[in-house]
């Protein structure tokens, strides 16, 4: 069974992330939308919130799981089985980025590979920060994030 990973901290989640699980769909029998949990880092939103967004975005898609993980990514994936790993480019500094922690998780993962989809153009320009930064200034982050999603500070 070929089992995918897609790694994040859904703070929120954006379009621009259900646009990639969509497409990656017919590449695995099964895509773990996986919350990482870093102690260092301060979120907007509880976990339990991002986990239950993620749950309602994806409620209709059988081969979606949803769950959480703490410590390295590579980890997780050797524990639940899963060979791949799934991530998105935005840009040339999202390669830069993802290319040295797609190595190092082939090293620290026994072998596991990442797959990366290009952003569609229409979502290039999406990140979780700057919806972030948008909810926080006060103003209407609807165009951004799955229509599930009801955001309320």
């Not at 996986?34 to 976990?47: H, R, W």
């Not at 790993?85 to 090293?107: C, H, M, P, V, W």
Request: hydrophobic share 45%.
């Amino acid at each position: 069974m070929k089992i995918a990973v897609f790694p994040g901290s859904f703070d929120p989640i954006t379009i621009g992330h259900v646009d990639l699980v969509k497409r990656a769909l017919p590449l695995f029998d099964r895509i773990i939308v996986a919350v990482g949990i870093n102690s260092t880092k301060k979120y907007l939103f509880p976990l339990e919130q991002r986990l239950e967004w993620l749950r309602q975005v994806f409620a209709t898609y059988p081969t979606v799981g949803v769950d959480y993980f703490e410590n390295l990514t590579a980890h997780y994936c050797q524990r639940i089985g899963a060979r791949y790993l799934l991530r998105g480019l935005r840009n040339a500094s999202d390669f830069d980025y993802e290319k040295t922690i797609s190595q190092l998780n082939q090293i620290v993962g026994g072998g596991i590979e990442t797959v990366f989809l290009i952003a569609q153009p229409e979502f290039s320009h999406i990140s979780s920060t700057i919806v972030r930064e948008i909810i926080v200034g006060g103003a209407d982050a609807t165009p951004f994030i799955p229509p599930e999603i009801h955001i309320k500070l």
